[in-house]
């Protein structure tokens, strides 16, 4: 099973940007899917962003498109998630995802299966 270590997370004002890295070991990078997800205090978790096998399709919750943009490099078997224009409501733990399924896109939530432990994304006002 694939291995997941997210990094990039930290202190920013409103209207500024970070770049979450999730590195990914134990596997073929380029079979999984990936996704990003995330849990604010008190909610639950949240799907943000996903991107297929090829990098060729990308698929975002409505609240963070067009300020976070998904990415992934197959040569480094890493995924990012660019944040720009944060908001204090952005605030969260920031988990990656990987998935083998490619029946449909978008992927069910429900469908990805290897986490990693999160890194803290905290949105001063």
Do not use: H
């Not at 990094?7 to 920013?12: C, R, T």
């Amino acid at each position: 099973q694939v291995q997941l270590v997210e990094s990039g997370g930290g202190l920013v004002q409103a209207g500024g940007s970070l770049r979450l890295s999730c590195a990914s070991s134990g596997g073929t990078f380029t079979r999984y899917a990936m996704g990003w997800f995330r849990q604010a205090p008190g909610k639950e978790r949240e799907f943000v962003a996903a991107i297929s096998r090829w990098g060729d399709s990308t698929f975002y919750r409505d609240s963070v498109k067009g300020r976070f943009t998904i990415s992934r490099d197959n040569a480094k078997n890493t995924v990012y998630l660019q944040m720009n224009s944060l908001k204090p409501e952005d605030t969260a733990i920031y988990n990656c995802a990987a998935t083998l399924y490619s029946t449909t896109w978008p992927i069910p939530n429900s469908a990805f299966d290897s986490w990693g432990q999160g890194t803290q994304v905290t949105v001063s006002s």
